[in-house]
């Protein structure tokens, strides 16, 4: 048995959450690879919202298990917080969650650090949630990190006070003032909760052992492959791999375990926080997409930067993930424009470029080729002859020039507002 991988193919905020939903029926496994609260996976249905940060979006499934795999950093106190508001909400979490021991911790301090660092930066910051994560990675490539599994060990408050001091010295050399104490208090109460109520495991051997007796296993990305700390828009990016190879080392399994990459993408761009963005529409455009998609951020309620669709960079995230297949989301927000369009190539000085440079930064036109719009509600569309001519021609155009399927459609954010396509093909 394979694993498949949901990625997300442009700057996060694909959809991912309601696509886990959709596929977790298939699956009786499904495991977070990388990230942490940071990422905002928001899923509707039944007439409720729901965001996860932490745990796997097949929470919702009765019969299948949520792994949090070693590549995940997880703040406790988040964490407890959010199966706190699962269970009010008549969720059962119990029995379903297990975590592993090698993901590591993110403490009071990464955040406070988080902030420091963005502060330091001035106009440059990077566009941070400020929830811990660059801090609790760069701990952890410095050998200096703490996991959950040494909240199982008799010496883990000693290794805590020599982690949380490392911090403080780091926050007093940038004459940042912070205090600590009362997140510190429900922290430390959230790990009792973890030591006491959770399965902590060794995962990788949980996955594969998995995959051995015959059960499908889904791995779920956070943020989108643009925020890949190797190959997007660095700096502004995220501290983990957000593509596909990220869920090789973020679960422990071998590349040959690997099935179906799903790739994920909106049918326009949207970008949070600082950084590149070559369709980006600072116009009544732009604010259009942004009103019709509720464009905000889950985790951190800022508005979304919105533009075009970016089909260098959507091409680029698809070759360096191998995607198979191609599902889109949110078509139904571009309901109402006369037009289209979408980047097929960039202007950087003068040249016609094709492919997404590394001087991502520089200043960049992008080439445009127009669409004609379909004018028309789509919401209540459930099967694929319902589609407008328009947004059909739209598709076939991206599975041309992409060479990969686009097998499936959200046409609004509840679950059942989704048509799986059948006559799709690949078009390369």
Not at 50 to 62: A, D, E, N, Q, Y
Not at 119 to 142: E, F, M, R, V, W
Not at 156 to 184: G, R, S
Request: with cysteine.
């Amino acid at each position: 048995m394979k694993v498949d991988v949901v990625i997300g193919l442009q700057w996060g905020d694909e959809g991912k959450g309601k696509i886990v939903d959709v596929l977790t029926p298939n699956y009786p496994v499904v495991a977070r690879f990388q990230g942490g609260p940071n990422a905002g996976h928001t899923l509707e249905f039944n007439g409720k919202k729901f965001v996860l940060h932490t745990i796997p979006s097949g929470i919702f499934r009765p019969n299948t298990l949520n792994i949090i795999g070693n590549g995940v950093v997880v703040d406790p106190a988040i964490l407890m917080g959010e199966i706190g508001k699962l269970n009010a909400a008549g969720i059962e979490t119990k029995g379903k969650i297990v975590l592993s021991k090698k993901a590591h911790l993110i403490l009071p301090t990464h955040r406070a650090l988080d902030a420091a660092y963005e502060a330091a930066k001035g106009a440059s910051k990077i566009g941070s949630t400020l929830k811990g994560i660059g801090p609790a990675y760069t701990d952890k490539t410095s050998r200096n990190g703490l996991r959950i599994g040494d909240i199982l060990q008799p010496n883990f408050l000693q290794k805590y006070h020599t982690l949380k001091q490392k911090h403080v010295d780091t926050l007093n050399q940038l004459h940042y003032n912070t205090n600590v104490d009362e997140a510190e208090k429900i922290w430390m109460q959230s790990v009792e909760q973890l030591r006491q109520e959770f399965t902590i495991v060794d995962s990788e051997y949980d996955i594969n052992e998995a995959l051995k007796s015959g059960k499908k296993v889904l791995a779920e990305g956070a943020q989108g492959s643009m925020l890949d700390v190797d190959f997007g828009s660095y700096p502004f990016v995220t501290s983990s791999n957000t593509i596909c190879a990220g869920a090789c080392t973020g679960l422990g399994i071998a590349p040959g375990c690997i099935g179906e990459v799903i790739g994920i993408f909106k049918a326009y761009c949207t970008r949070v926080g600082s950084g590149p963005f070559p369709t980006e529409l600072n116009d009544e455009v732009g604010e259009q997409l942004r009103e019709q998609g509720h464009e905000f951020g889950s985790t951190t309620g800022r508005a979304r930067r919105c533009g075009w669709l970016d089909l260098v960079a959507l091409k680029y995230s698809i070759m360096i993930s191998g995607a198979t297949q191609l599902l889109m989301m949110k078509a139904d927000v571009m309901d109402n424009f006369d037009a289209i369009k979408v980047a097929i190539a960039y202007n950087i000085n003068g040249r016609q470029a094709d492919r997404y440079p590394y001087e991502i930064g520089a200043p960049i036109t992008p080439v445009y080729k127009e669409f004609k719009g379909w004018k028309q509600k789509i919401a209540d569309c459930r099967k694929e002859v319902h589609l407008p001519k328009e947004l059909m021609d739209y598709i076939k155009f991206i599975e041309q020039e992409t060479g990969v399927p686009v097998k499936l459609v959200s046409v609004g954010p509840d679950r059942e507002e989704t048509i799986l396509r059948q006559t799709c093909r690949n078009a390369g």
